[in-house]
């Protein structure tokens, strides 16, 4: 990301934060089945994974970080990869103490999550999320999104990778970019425009070039800003 000089966003990435640690460690089959046949081992698993977090966490705060920044996957295309109750049970505390860390500090705390987690983000809000990644419009609803969260959320993404960037032309690229900022930041705010995901080498060039025109457009900088 570029800034004007002297400004900055600095956030440490817990990426793998819950979730994906426990299951990239166990096997994602596996850890799934735990869940429900070894719920003593999950216990212990996770609880060790959130000390480690929980310090990890601390330790960034007291170097003066600007804000957090996680991700953790919960969603498929549509809906949750486990219940929203066994989501609550196992992860929405554990994540409550890391998220204090930073909100008691009175910083931001920024979500990635991918998938349909529409079930759970008033939890997600309760414990103290200030921002959420990607938006994924295929999955989560713009315009609903807004309507539900926009006092209580800002949203960091929303052209999506899977099917404008990928599949639509420049001008579709335009039009999404602009849709978006009109449900998103239609007071000209809360929206960190991006991409859904990361670029990957199926998105076309001129597409590439089309959202940072569009970017550029929306900012009313040069090109070299």
Avoid at 34 to 53: A, H, K
Avoid at 56 to 71: I, M, S, T
Wanted: proline content about 5%.
């Amino acid at each position: 990301m570029i800034v004007d000089e002297g400004q900055h966003f600095v956030v440490p990435n817990f990426g793998f934060c819950l979730f994906e640690r426990a299951w990239s460690l166990r096997g994602f089959e596996r850890f799934l089945m735990d869940l429900i046949l070894n719920p003593g081992f999950v216990e212990e698993l996770l609880e060790r994974i959130t000390e480690i977090q929980v310090v990890l966490a601390r330790r960034f705060v007291a170097l003066g970080v600007d804000g957090g920044y996680l991700g953790d996957d919960y969603g498929a295309q549509k809906g949750m990869l486990f219940s929203p109750d066994m989501w609550r049970a196992w992860f929405k505390p554990r994540l409550a103490r890391i998220f204090t860390i930073f909100r008691d500090a009175n910083l931001p705390v920024i979500m990635h999550s991918d998938g349909d987690i529409a079930s759970i983000l008033p939890d997600l809000v309760e414990i103290g999320l200030t921002a959420l990644n990607p938006v994924q419009p295929e999955v989560l609803d713009h315009a609903w999104l807004m309507r539900k969260f926009g006092r209580h959320l800002a949203f960091c993404g929303g052209v999506s990778t899977q099917t404008t960037l990928s599949q639509g032309t420049p001008p579709d690229v335009q039009t999404a970019v602009d849709l978006c900022v009109r449900t998103l930041a239609r007071d000209g705010t809360g929206l960190l425009l991006g991409p859904s995901h990361r670029m990957m080498e199926e998105i076309p060039l001129e597409n590439v070039d089309a959202l940072l025109a569009a970017f550029t457009a929306i900012r009313g900088g040069s090109d070299d800003r």
